[in-house]
């Protein structure tokens, strides 16, 4: 079945340390990709999307995302977490010809950053 | 600016009890509704999606229903709840015709069944 992987259920890292989480989708043709941050007590927010142009997007809070086609890969990544960063990620793709322009969604990625 | 409200935040139930979560959107008409479930380590699961008034398209096969008998309203309901139900449900919504806008999400309903 077409699918969105996370590659990492858990992550823990030190205030300071670079981050990168992994993202690879099934889907072929043209899809849209997002990120979306769930911190501790909050609502599900998006951090960043993708849609078309330069393949390399930035969103709030430092993030960043590359999309790279030819390894259906979506990766975010931060240079330098801060304890702040300490929530959930889901990767998100709108396949082609989405029915209701819907979402599927990874298994999600918990960051934990120590201070 | 829009809003979505989604209620409530938290409910236990008996198994075999019927449920009923709602969601509503201010701020937007003829938007995509949603509902997905949240469960720990398997990201969230679409259970259903509206692109209009009375239009439903069920995910999977369960024991959940969904109705919309208004244009910003989205009802999820069971008539007998089943302990596999307990989970963290999400509402969402996203401009219909605007084919790349995000989903935006409610603060989601935790329902323990017991």
């Known amino acids: 079945a077409q699918s969105v992987s996370q590659h990492n259920h858990h992550v823990i890292l030190s205030e300071a340390a670079s981050l990168e989480l992994g993202c690879n989708y099934s889907?072929?043709?043209?899809?849209?990709l997002f990120w979306y941050v769930q911190y501790p007590g909050q609502h599900l927010q998006l951090l960043l999307k993708?849609?078309?142009?330069?393949?390399l997007v930035k969103g709030i809070k430092g993030f960043e995302a590359e999309f790279i086609k030819s390894k259906f890969s979506f990766n975010l990544r931060k240079p330098s977490v801060q304890w702040s960063d300490t929530a959930e990620y889901f990767c998100?793709?709108?396949?082609?010809?989405?029915?209701?322009?819907?979402?599927?969604f990874g298994g999600g990625t918990r960051v934990l950053v120590k201070p | 600016s829009q809003t979505i409200h989604q209620w409530p935040a938290t409910l236990v139930q008996p198994v075999g009890s019927p449920l009923s979560l709602e969601c509503t959107v201010e701020?937007?008409?003829?938007?995509?509704l949603y509902w997905y479930r949240q469960a720990a380590g398997r990201g969230l699961q679409l259970l259903f999606y509206?692109?209009?008034?009375?239009?439903i398209s069920s995910e999977v096969p369960q024991n959940l229903s969904a109705s919309r008998p208004q244009d910003r309203q989205f009802i999820l309901s069971s008539k007998k709840l089943l302990l596999s139900d307990s989970g963290f449900y999400l509402c969402?919504?996203?401009?219909?015709?605007?084919?790349?806008?995000?989903?935006?999400f409610g603060n989601g309903t935790r329902l323990t069944v017991t």
């Open positions: 998100a793709v709108k396949p082609p010809k989405a029915a209701g322009n819907k979402l599927t």
């Open positions: 969402a919504w996203k401009a219909g015709q605007a084919d790349n806008s995000p989903l935006h």
């Open positions: 889907y072929g043709g043209t899809v849209n």
């Open positions: 509206s692109v209009g008034i009375g239009q």
């Open positions: 993708y849609f078309s142009g330069d393949p």
């Open positions: 701020g937007t008409s003829n938007p995509n």
